[in-house]
């Protein structure tokens, strides 16, 4: 029986989707013109691969996307992909982008006085509450987690919490808010992430797939 050709790649917004443009041209795949249009409000595009779709999502969605079938693969940090831990997920491959890490962090003020060592009972305010309280039950610690979007940096001084848990690549963000990193959670970077029923039914299609990408992170690395 002849594999289905129809492939739907989910790919995020922002700062993770600049960095796979560069894989995804190596790979052979080129979005229609409309993709580049930063006024165009369109989230599905055809490319220049014959039944080759990809949509652009919110890169929380991504792992949503994919874990229910609706993408065949797509491209997530491991942040999303640890915070939501579907079963049908399955990261093959470590795409090299989108690197930062997952910190602890509170005002510089409480730093001076604090010993992360000692906590026994913190409110967090994060975008990553599974990720956090896992992380804490790992070492005793009971975290009242206060999911929030975005803006974390906001809740120690609005006093909704003391302490935030978020995504830092250079730490401006922090610094500029009167925060300091005080722990480290895990290291990120983005993943290629595929639907195991998918790669289950059609091995040679997604397998392939697989292979380009890793031939295309060698060569961006070249």
């Known amino acids: ?77 491991s942040d999303v992909l640890l915070e939501f831990n579907y079963s049908e997920n399955y990261a093959p491959l470590d795409l090299g982008i989108g690197k930062c890490r997952l910190m602890i962090a509170e005002p ?46 906001l809740a120690p001084a609005l006093g909704l919490s003391r302490r935030i848990v978020d995504l830092v690549d250079t730490g401006r963000t922090l610094r500029e808010n009167g925060l300091e990193e005080v722990e480290h959670i895990c290291d990120v970077s983005s993943r290629l992430v595929v639907n195991r029923a998918a790669f289950k039914t059609r091995p040679k299609l997604i397998g392939g797939w697989i292979e380009k990408f890793s031939d295309a992170v060698d060569a961006v690395k070249a």
């Open 1 to 77: 029986m002849q594999e289905d050709q129809r492939l739907l790649i989910a790919l995020p917004k922002g700062r993770i989707l600049k960095e796979a443009l560069p894989l995804l041209a190596k790979a052979g795949i080129e979005p229609e013109a409309e993709f580049n249009d930063a006024r165009s409000r369109k989230l599905k595009f055809k490319t220049n691969v014959p039944n080759l779709t990809i949509i652009r999502v919110r890169s929380f969605d991504v792992a949503t996307f994919v874990a229910f079938g609706a993408a065949q693969i797509g491209i997530a940090g």
């Open 108 to 153: 510089k003020a409480l730093v001076e006085s604090d010993d992360p060592m000692r906590w026994s009972h913190i409110s967090v305010a994060t975008k990553y509450p599974e990720l956090t309280k896992k992380h804490f039950a790992a070492r005793g610690v009971q975290a009242e987690c206060i999911k929030l979007n975005g803006a974390m940096e």
